[in-house]
């Protein structure tokens, strides 16, 4: 009979959890003595660097923003209001390029050289480079 010599790599963890030092069961309390859950996403993105093919990883924690490239942070970013989501975004003569748009090849490594960090929230539109 055949065997199979598998490995289980455990649950995942998202980067950006680590460097915040919390998760989506962190509990805070608010001013009038309610809790509440800080809801947290992460977004996972292929690159490749030196040649190594790497996750980038957006992490959203609340009001809270990290950027996190093959398990180490790039950057922390922290807003007045609840992120309700981040993404990559290019703007190029106000349409994105032909090469965005092609999923099969769409790694960081390959974008142009202007991409964007876009978060967007409840009444606001944040845009870093």
């Avoid at 460097?19 to 800080?38: C, I, N, P």
């Avoid at 490749?48 to 790497?54: E, H, L, P």
């Avoid at 922290?78 to 099969?104: H, K, N, Y």
Wanted: aromatic share 10%; proline share 5%; hydrophobic share 30%.
């Amino acid at each position: 009979a055949p065997t199979c010599a598998c490995r289980e790599l455990g649950r995942f963890e998202p980067s950006g959890r680590r460097w915040l030092s919390g998760s989506a069961t962190t509990v805070e309390s608010s001013e009038q003595g309610a809790t509440r859950h800080v809801s947290e996403s992460y977004f996972l993105y292929p690159s490749q660097r030196d040649s190594w093919s790497i996750e980038e990883e957006l992490y959203i924690s609340d009001r809270k923003v990290t950027w996190s490239s093959g398990s180490r942070p790039v950057k922390n970013f922290s807003f007045e209001a609840p992120v309700l989501q981040a993404v990559w975004c290019s703007f190029q003569g106000g349409r994105m390029e032909d090469e965005m748009m092609d999923r099969q090849s769409n790694t960081l490594d390959q974008l142009p050289e202007n991409v964007y960090l876009c978060v967007l929230m409840k009444n606001e539109l944040a845009v870093h480079s």
